[in-house]
């Protein structure tokens, strides 16, 4: 690093200051969006990301929030750039086809204002509970296209120069279950923006441009050369691997993934030749999702000191077959693609690192579990931990998310206190990781009691086909629904009554290495 680093200004210490201070700015404003919103999903889940972009729209550093998100929004700031923004402008945008994930993901993006100059843009992704479309929660099974999950926003300007369009806002909540709720968690996004807008200008003054431009190509630089250098070390290999998941949601019929993975002089290739042509459900995904993946699982093979912005991501070249489950057009539906196929693409990618001889854990839970509940006036939703696979270093953590989920999970007090729901009984799923030299993490069982009419969305995986083991460790045990004790399928949508109980059993992460003998 030093004199590539030095000969733009920058020492190591140097760097490492400029770093944590423009980290922090985008953690800061993750703080005020949780202490801001309404709905337990964005404040205690903590579903939601942060980041801050230069003025050529790069991101220069994001919180430690969701990777799916973050690996994605490069794209929706890119997609506001093309609007030819004003400073001080305020947009508001969840469309897949703009550099969004799926509808229910709606992302604030401000062009920072300094007179009459952008100097960068801050932008905020956070889930909402409701969108509008053809189920409460906007997460419907059985969807066949784009327009019947929810509302569909391309990059609007929400506040053009800072001052809110009422009215724009207005036609936004007339279009979804919770508009109050909705309304709440925009305010947050906007108050959550305008704090890293801040920041941003506070350094600029402290920096100077110059200084400030300097800073933001050596990080990005710094990143990349690491990113590459870990790539150099585990040298020219290749590496295949396959997986399914289990139906799109209209049919149970297996959906394949296919990948060659290779890694020459300091480049990550990866072909997804093979995978399966677009589905009728909602399975599908967008490229910048599948983009997301593979920077959340090279970063997770960097040194916890590396910065992460978007220097990760330049030795990454991706290639799907046309208009592919992993590159939807319009009007797929995607709302289960940006959960549950970012997560087997993940899984993909650590599969194939593993064929290619490079150290990874075994199979994680594989899957986000997502769950919505929506009646008369309110909706719920909420994703659940299960077990991380094992891993050369020990055992796999229990409970926790997995892949490219990094939420909390939904405190019990603050559910039934917002919700006609009570949680009948919520423990460690006991023995459900996958037994090894080092074992998988156990899943969770969370037991739901409805207490009035409503509906149940649930969109999971790895209900048919388990966890992989690694090395000879044993697979995870296998996810499971139910209604009233009765198995349910993985992707299915019902009417409960008051008193009906639903019950979710996670899956257990895979083992490593084989167990030694008694």
């Not at 030095?6 to 190591?12: I, K, L, N, V």
């Not at 309404?38 to 990301?49: F, G, K, T, W, Y």
Request: net charge neutral; hydrophobic share 40%; with cysteine.
């Amino acid at each position: 690093m030093s004199s590539r680093t030095r000969s733009r200004g920058f020492d190591a210490l140097g760097l490492s200051v400029m770093s944590n201070a423009v980290a922090m700015i985008a953690e800061e404003m993750g703080t005020v969006l949780e202490r801001g919103s309404l709905s337990p999903n964005i404040r205690e889940r903590r579903d939601a990301s942060s980041a801050i972009f230069d003025s050529g729209g790069r991101m220069i550093a994001q919180a430690a929030h969701i990777p799916v998100h973050l690996g994605a929004m490069p794209e929706s700031v890119r997609a506001v750039m093309a609007r030819k923004p004003a400073p001080g402008d305020v947009f508001l945008l969840n469309s897949p086809y703009d550099g969004g994930s799926h509808l229910p993901d709606l992302t604030m993006v401000e062009a920072v204002a300094e007179g009459s100059r952008i100097i960068g843009y801050t932008a905020v992704r956070a889930h909402h509970a409701d969108v509008g479309g053809m189920s409460p929660g906007s997460m419907p099974q059985g969807a066949t296209e784009l327009v019947q999950e929810g509302l569909h926003l391309p990059p609007i300007r929400l506040a053009p120069r800072g001052r809110l369009d009422d009215a724009l806002l207005e036609l936004v909540l007339a279009n979804v279950r919770t508009p109050a709720e909705r309304r709440g968690d925009l305010e947050a996004q906007r108050g959550a923006c305008a704090a890293g807008a801040a920041g941003w200008r506070m350094l600029l003054a402290r920096e100077g441009p110059s200084r400030m431009r300097a800073a933001c190509d050596a990080l990005l630089a710094y990143t990349e050369r690491r990113a590459r250098a870990r790539l150099l070390e585990i040298g020219d290999v290749e590496g295949r691997a396959d997986d399914i998941l289990e139906g799109d949601g209209v049919s149970d019929v297996p959906v394949p993934f296919a990948l060659r993975l290779r890694v020459r002089r300091g480049t990550l290739s990866l072909d997804f030749a093979g995978t399966s042509p677009r589905v009728r459900g909602n399975v599908n995904t967008v490229k910048a999702v599948v983009r997301a993946a593979a920077i959340f699982v090279l970063r997770s093979l960097l040194d916890d000191d590396v910065p992460t912005n978007e220097g990760i991501g330049r030795p990454i070249t991706i290639a799907t077959p046309d208009n592919c489950v992993l590159d939807a057009r319009w009007p797929s539906a995607v709302a289960a693609g940006n959960v549950e196929t970012s997560q087997r693409v993940t899984d993909l990618l650590f599969a194939a690192f593993a064929d290619a001889g490079v150290a990874v854990p075994a199979q994680g839970q594989g899957t986000m579990n997502n769950i919505t509940f929506g009646g008369d006036g309110w909706t719920f939703y909420e994703t659940l931990g299960g077990g991380q696979g094992g891993s050369p270093k020990g055992r796999g953590p229990s409970a926790v998310h997995v892949g490219m989920s990094n939420t909390r999970n939904t405190p019990i007090e603050s559910l039934e206190r917002s919700y006609p729901m009570e949680i009948a009984e919520y423990t460690i799923r006991r023995g459900s990781g996958g037994n090894g030299l080092h074992a998988g993490g156990d899943g969770v069982l969370r037991r739901y009691r409805v207490l009035e009419r409503c509906t149940v969305t649930l969109v999971t995986e790895r209900r048919t086909r388990a966890p992989r083991g690694a090395l000879g460790g044993m697979d995870g045990a296998m996810g499971i629904n139910r209604l009233n004790g009765t198995p349910i399928p993985p992707k299915c949508r019902m009417e409960l009554a008051p008193g009906d109980v639903v019950t979710i059993e996670t899956p257990g992460g895979g083992g490593w290495g084989a167990a030694p003998a008694r």
